[in-house]
């Protein structure tokens, strides 16, 4: 069930192109290169610092992470690594809703970001003030929201979820009987209600990333490749989500790509994550999922703008002068802790 009539959506002109965010990024020689990343590890040491990067930022980040004791994984795993490592400062490599997700859950750290323009186009599609005005007009329901959102929806929220354990929670919630608003992910909702059977008063926020593969593409491709696995993440149309073998968090489709006995993937996904699956799974070919076809704008072309805003420059810059720091207000972050850590406790028992 969908209330549409708090829709919020984001214009099309507030979402970055992802080639114009490359096009500004400095060009490095291999020399410079060798510098800038030996430097960002000097840094990382001095700082008492540890990168953890999402899957969908460039190599070069993921394997820094990688290659200093840093992690690389998806939004629910960069929220447990931060927690559980010694470090003074988290520097998080991704888009803003994660960096304040390490604050929410580790106020004592420093948490550094190479850049805070990285947005989301969920997290914009949900301002706090509209969203919690949604949840006063449905009340007696628990509130579940995605992680791509503010600190301050995850407050106003129950409960906060991943894509890795969306459909656990809900059915977790449905057995008690709860009523339930979903936000922000129209897609995602609409796919868990779909494997949950639960009727949810959803948000209809979508992910410009994701919304641009296109179903009927993908079903000349598949025409072309007919012995490849599809790997789909949730926050793709339902069309193209009907079309997949595995439906899945980021980790889930790299756990997939894997385990599968399948020699080749179409994969419907931010094109970044083929580092890890090509390193999980280096015998195997992974395909783009298409974004071109019928009423394509192709702006992301399969790859989130915002998280394209993570480099070199920028992290070597965050490190050495401390910019760029995420700071949640007290008050809204104790509350977000809550709704937060109360996934933390789900998984962990
Ligand atoms: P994951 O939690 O699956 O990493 O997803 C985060 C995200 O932003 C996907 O677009
Ligand atoms: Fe947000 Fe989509 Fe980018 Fe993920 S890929 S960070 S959901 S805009």
Redesign the pocket.
Known sequence: MSDTSLEFAVPLEDIPETAVIQSRLPVYTAQQRKEKIARIKHLLKQENAVLIA?Y?THETLQKIAEETGGYVSD?LEMARFGSRHEATTLVVA??R??GETAKILNPEKRVLMPTLQ??????LGCPAREFSEFCDRHPNHEVVVYA?TSAEVKARADWVVTSSIAVKVISHLMDQDKNIIWAP?RHLGRYIEKVTGASMISWQGA????EEFKARALGDLIAQYPDAGILV?P?SPEAVIEAADVVGSTTALIQAAKELPHRAFIVA??NRIFYKMKKAAPDKTFIEAPTAGEGATCK?CAH????AMNGLHNLEAVLESGDNEIFVDEEIRRKAHRSTRRMLEFIAH
């Open positions: 999402h969908y939004s991704g888009v809703f994660m990285a947005t989301c186009s969920l997290d791509n992910d992910c410009v990333v994701h993440h926050e996904t931010d992301s989130c703008p915002w998280m």
